[in-house]
């Protein structure tokens, strides 16, 4: 038991703001795109990225998150968004949650749609497990902003100004 417990300590990461966090890939069994192919963390530079990583049971916690980040109408070129579904994390059958989120993506076909099978995220770079997390990275891949619980009003101004600022750069 003591073995397993400093062998997966090993693995996990506490995420550090300003820096590119350990490279993560879901494919296969662990998880991926919607269509089957692989999704890489490597992925998460070129632009500002929004990453949602989300228990399928707490999807409305940070709704308004959503909302406010849908109305400021960044520009496409300079932004992507990436949601990322906690299967692992639910009790909710995987083939209905993977049918909701085919149909979401065809809704919004510029966010890319993964799910995450296996807790990887949760076991890799320590986000919280039945959770809604908000992450964003930096046009580098740097980690800018990591939360994982429901924003306040103040938070998602933060958040919101905060792309902005990377964004006009």
Known sequence: ???????????????ELNQVPPLIQLAGDVGGRLDGTSWNSSELQGVVHILMYVDPDKIRVNEHV?????????????IRSVAI?????????????????????????????????????VERWGLLDHSYNVLVFGPNGNLLFNQGRALSGVEVANLTALIWLQISN
């Not at 993977?98 to 993964?114: F, S």
């Open 66 to 78: 959503e909302e406010a980040l849908a109305k400021e109408q960044y520009p496409s070129e300079k």
């Open 1 to 15: 038991m003591i073995v397993l417990f400093v062998a997966s300590s090993l693995v996990k990461a506490d995420l």
């Open 85 to 121: 579904t906690n299967l692992a994390a639910t009790w909710k059958p995987k083939f209905l949650i993977t049918k909701i989120l085919k149909r979401k993506q065809k809704k919004y076909p510029r966010t890319t749609y993964v799910t995450d099978k296996s807790k990887v995220l």
